[in-house]
Protein backbone atom coordinates (compact mmCIF):
# COMPACT_ATOMS: atom_id res chain seq x y z
CA UNK A 1 0.00 0.00 0.00
CA UNK A 2 2.61 2.25 0.88
CA UNK A 3 4.66 1.28 -2.48
CA UNK A 4 1.78 2.23 -4.33
CA UNK A 5 1.10 6.06 -2.71
CA UNK A 6 5.19 6.30 -2.94
CA UNK A 7 4.28 5.79 -7.13
CA UNK A 8 1.73 7.81 -7.16
CA UNK A 9 3.21 10.50 -5.43
CA UNK A 10 6.28 10.64 -7.81
CA UNK A 11 4.06 10.26 -11.40
CA UNK A 12 2.17 13.58 -10.25
CA UNK A 13 5.14 15.00 -9.38
CA UNK A 14 6.58 14.32 -12.76
CA UNK A 15 3.27 15.18 -14.29
CA UNK A 16 3.68 18.41 -12.74
CA UNK A 17 7.28 19.08 -13.82
CA UNK A 18 6.82 18.28 -17.09
CA UNK A 19 3.89 20.67 -17.18
CA UNK A 20 5.43 23.57 -15.95
CA UNK A 21 7.94 23.05 -19.09
CA UNK A 22 5.89 22.63 -21.46
CA UNK A 23 4.27 26.34 -19.80
CA UNK A 24 8.03 27.85 -20.05
CA UNK A 25 8.56 26.81 -23.76
CA UNK A 26 5.21 28.61 -24.87
CA UNK A 27 5.68 31.18 -23.55
CA UNK A 28 9.33 31.88 -24.71
CA UNK A 29 8.05 32.56 -28.40
CA UNK A 30 5.75 34.92 -27.42
CA UNK A 31 8.68 37.26 -25.81
CA UNK A 32 10.93 36.26 -29.28
CA UNK A 33 8.65 37.67 -31.18
CA UNK A 34 8.18 40.71 -29.16
CA UNK A 35 11.91 41.48 -28.97
CA UNK A 36 12.26 40.61 -32.92
CA UNK A 37 9.54 43.30 -33.59
CA UNK A 38 11.19 46.49 -31.86
CA UNK A 39 12.40 49.22 -32.56
CA UNK A 40 15.96 48.02 -32.72
CA UNK A 41 15.34 46.19 -35.40
CA UNK A 42 13.22 48.86 -37.60
CA UNK A 43 15.21 50.78 -40.60
CA UNK A 44 16.15 53.99 -39.23
CA UNK A 45 17.62 57.58 -39.82
CA UNK A 46 19.60 59.35 -37.23
CA UNK A 47 19.69 63.42 -38.15
CA UNK A 48 20.85 66.48 -35.50
CA UNK A 49 18.47 69.04 -36.47
CA UNK A 50 18.85 73.21 -35.46
CA UNK A 51 17.01 75.95 -35.18
CA UNK A 52 17.96 79.88 -34.81
CA UNK A 53 16.32 82.70 -33.27
CA UNK A 54 17.27 85.79 -33.67
CA UNK A 55 15.55 88.71 -30.84
CA UNK A 56 16.72 92.01 -29.73
CA UNK A 57 16.53 91.91 -25.74
CA UNK A 58 13.91 93.98 -23.37
CA UNK A 59 16.21 93.72 -19.81
CA UNK A 60 19.68 94.37 -19.03
CA UNK A 61 21.57 93.77 -16.05
CA UNK A 62 24.63 95.79 -15.12
CA UNK A 63 26.72 94.97 -11.61
CA UNK A 64 27.38 98.63 -10.28
CA UNK A 65 29.99 98.64 -7.47
CA UNK A 66 31.58 101.40 -4.61
CA UNK A 67 34.82 100.52 -2.97
CA UNK A 68 36.46 103.00 -0.36
CA UNK A 69 39.84 102.26 1.27
CA UNK A 70 40.64 104.14 4.92
CA UNK A 71 42.91 103.20 7.97
CA UNK A 72 40.56 100.94 9.78
CA UNK A 73 37.77 98.24 8.71
CA UNK A 74 35.50 100.63 10.89
CA UNK A 75 36.16 103.66 8.59
CA UNK A 76 36.30 101.77 4.91
CA UNK A 77 33.13 99.76 6.12
CA UNK A 78 30.95 103.39 7.25
CA UNK A 79 32.35 105.20 4.22
CA UNK A 80 31.32 102.54 1.68
CA UNK A 81 27.88 102.22 3.33
CA UNK A 82 27.10 105.63 3.41
CA UNK A 83 27.93 105.39 -0.76
CA UNK A 84 26.01 102.13 -1.39
CA UNK A 85 22.85 103.75 -0.05
CA UNK A 86 23.30 106.99 -1.81
CA UNK A 87 23.65 103.99 -5.14
CA UNK A 88 20.78 102.40 -3.87
CA UNK A 89 18.35 105.19 -3.38
CA UNK A 90 19.59 106.96 -6.57
CA UNK A 91 18.57 103.62 -8.33
CA UNK A 92 15.17 103.28 -6.67
CA UNK A 93 14.75 107.47 -7.56
CA UNK A 94 14.83 106.32 -11.12
CA UNK A 95 12.08 104.12 -11.16
CA UNK A 96 13.54 100.95 -10.76
CA UNK A 97 12.05 97.97 -8.18
CA UNK A 98 13.21 96.82 -5.39
CA UNK A 99 12.95 93.33 -6.82
CA UNK A 100 15.33 94.15 -9.21
CA UNK A 101 18.26 95.27 -7.05
CA UNK A 102 20.03 92.61 -5.29
CA UNK A 103 23.43 93.05 -3.44
CA UNK A 104 25.61 90.58 -5.18
CA UNK A 105 28.54 90.84 -2.68
CA UNK A 106 30.48 92.63 0.06
CA UNK A 107 34.11 91.99 0.73
CA UNK A 108 36.74 93.25 3.78
CA UNK A 109 40.22 92.85 2.71
CA UNK A 110 43.47 94.52 3.99
CA UNK A 111 45.54 96.67 2.42
CA UNK A 112 49.83 95.86 3.02
CA UNK A 113 52.70 97.42 2.85
CA UNK A 114 55.24 97.66 0.02
CA UNK A 115 57.08 95.20 1.90
CA UNK A 116 53.43 92.73 2.32
CA UNK A 117 53.78 92.89 6.10
CA UNK A 118 52.23 95.38 7.74
CA UNK A 119 48.87 96.52 7.10
CA UNK A 120 48.65 99.80 6.33
CA UNK A 121 44.51 100.54 5.48
CA UNK A 122 41.46 98.17 4.77
CA UNK A 123 39.59 98.23 1.63
CA UNK A 124 35.74 97.43 1.47
CA UNK A 125 33.97 97.19 -1.30
CA UNK A 126 29.90 96.13 -1.86
CA UNK A 127 28.33 95.61 -5.15
CA UNK A 128 24.83 95.67 -6.23
CA UNK A 129 23.25 93.96 -9.54
CA UNK A 130 20.59 96.04 -11.02
CA UNK A 131 17.99 95.09 -13.75
CA UNK A 132 17.31 97.54 -15.63
CA UNK A 133 13.61 96.88 -17.79
CA UNK A 134 13.19 99.61 -19.74
CA UNK A 135 16.62 99.85 -21.99
CA UNK A 136 16.73 103.42 -22.82
CA UNK A 137 17.59 104.15 -19.42
CA UNK A 138 20.30 101.52 -19.22
CA UNK A 139 23.30 104.65 -19.80
CA UNK A 140 21.40 107.37 -18.04
CA UNK A 141 21.37 104.91 -15.16
CA UNK A 142 25.01 103.98 -15.36
CA UNK A 143 25.61 107.89 -15.16
CA UNK A 144 23.63 108.71 -12.25
CA UNK A 145 25.26 106.33 -9.76
CA UNK A 146 28.63 107.33 -10.82
CA UNK A 147 27.53 110.70 -9.70
CA UNK A 148 26.71 109.70 -6.24
CA UNK A 149 29.68 107.14 -5.85
CA UNK A 150 29.91 104.34 -7.61
CA UNK A 151 33.19 103.70 -8.83
CA UNK A 152 33.12 100.16 -10.37
CA UNK A 153 31.11 98.73 -13.33
CA UNK A 154 31.39 95.27 -13.23
CA UNK A 155 29.90 94.39 -16.86
CA UNK A 156 26.82 94.99 -18.73
CA UNK A 157 24.58 91.71 -20.05
CA UNK A 158 21.31 91.59 -22.18
CA UNK A 159 18.36 88.92 -21.61
CA UNK A 160 14.79 88.79 -22.40
CA UNK A 161 12.01 88.59 -19.54
CA UNK A 162 11.03 85.37 -21.18
CA UNK A 163 13.35 83.20 -23.21
CA UNK A 164 11.64 80.27 -22.44
CA UNK A 165 9.00 81.69 -25.68
CA UNK A 166 11.77 82.22 -27.60
CA UNK A 167 13.36 78.82 -27.03
CA UNK A 168 10.00 77.18 -28.05
CA UNK A 169 10.58 78.52 -31.97
CA UNK A 170 14.24 77.29 -31.87
CA UNK A 171 13.11 74.12 -30.95
CA UNK A 172 10.51 73.91 -33.31
CA UNK A 173 12.27 75.48 -36.26
CA UNK A 174 14.93 72.67 -35.11
CA UNK A 175 12.43 69.88 -35.00
CA UNK A 176 11.57 71.31 -38.94
CA UNK A 177 15.01 71.55 -39.83
CA UNK A 178 15.73 67.48 -38.44
CA UNK A 179 12.58 66.64 -40.95
CA UNK A 180 13.96 68.35 -43.89
CA UNK A 181 17.25 66.62 -43.54
CA UNK A 182 15.82 63.09 -43.26
CA UNK A 183 13.74 63.62 -45.78
CA UNK A 184 16.10 64.53 -48.67
CA UNK A 185 18.36 61.71 -47.45
CA UNK A 186 15.56 59.11 -47.51
CA UNK A 187 14.96 60.61 -50.83
CA UNK A 188 18.56 59.80 -51.96
CA UNK A 189 18.29 56.16 -50.80
CA UNK A 190 14.85 55.79 -52.76
CA UNK A 191 13.10 55.73 -49.16
CA UNK A 192 10.73 57.28 -47.31
CA UNK A 193 10.46 58.76 -44.03
CA UNK A 194 7.84 57.41 -41.34
CA UNK A 195 7.32 57.71 -37.76
CA UNK A 196 9.32 59.55 -35.28
CA UNK A 197 10.43 57.22 -33.16
CA UNK A 198 13.06 58.90 -30.55
CA UNK A 199 13.39 62.85 -30.11
CA UNK A 200 16.29 64.20 -27.90
CA UNK A 201 17.20 67.98 -27.29
CA UNK A 202 20.99 68.92 -27.13
CA UNK A 203 21.50 71.87 -24.67
CA UNK A 204 24.20 74.63 -25.43
CA UNK A 205 25.36 77.79 -23.58
CA UNK A 206 23.35 80.86 -23.02
CA UNK A 207 23.84 84.00 -25.07
CA UNK A 208 26.85 85.68 -24.81
CA UNK A 209 26.92 88.32 -22.40
CA UNK A 210 28.00 91.78 -23.47
CA UNK A 211 31.26 92.71 -21.79
CA UNK A 212 31.51 97.01 -20.76
CA UNK A 213 34.36 98.94 -18.62
CA UNK A 214 35.14 97.72 -15.20
CA UNK A 215 36.33 100.89 -13.92
CA UNK A 216 34.84 104.27 -12.53
CA UNK A 217 35.35 106.73 -16.10
CA UNK A 218 36.15 110.11 -16.19
CA UNK A 219 36.47 112.89 -14.04
CA UNK A 220 32.30 114.56 -13.37
CA UNK A 221 33.40 117.60 -15.55
CA UNK A 222 34.23 115.10 -18.37
CA UNK A 223 31.60 112.83 -17.63
CA UNK A 224 28.33 111.81 -19.73
CA UNK A 225 26.02 109.00 -19.72
CA UNK A 226 27.67 106.27 -22.06
CA UNK A 227 25.94 104.99 -25.28
CA UNK A 228 24.29 101.66 -24.49
CA UNK A 229 23.57 99.60 -27.35
CA UNK A 230 21.58 95.99 -26.46
CA UNK A 231 22.15 94.88 -30.58
CA UNK A 232 20.54 91.47 -31.13
CA UNK A 233 20.88 87.86 -29.04
CA UNK A 234 21.36 84.67 -30.88
CA UNK A 235 18.98 81.68 -29.17
CA UNK A 236 19.83 78.15 -30.40
CA UNK A 237 17.99 74.79 -30.28
CA UNK A 238 19.41 71.50 -31.08
CA UNK A 239 17.74 68.26 -31.41
CA UNK A 240 18.35 64.78 -32.31
CA UNK A 241 15.75 62.93 -34.07
CA UNK A 242 15.70 59.16 -34.98
CA UNK A 243 13.12 58.37 -37.82
CA UNK A 244 11.67 55.03 -39.49
CA UNK A 245 12.57 54.66 -42.65
CA UNK A 246 9.82 52.68 -45.26
Do not use: C, H
Not at 9 to 19: F, G, N, P, S
Not at 45 to 64: F, N, S, Y
Amino acid sequence: MENRLLTTILALTALIAVLSLAAVGLLRPAQTAVAQTGVSNMPQIVVIGTGEVKVEPDIATVTIGVETKAPTTQEALSQNSTQAQAIIERIRQLGIDAKDIQTTGINIYPVYDEKGQDIIAYTVSNMVTVTIRNLAQAGNLIDQVVEVGANRLYGVSFGLSDPEAVMTQAREAAVANARARAEQMARASGSSLGRVLFITENFSASPITVPMAADAYGAPAARSAPPVQPGQQTYNASVQVTFELR
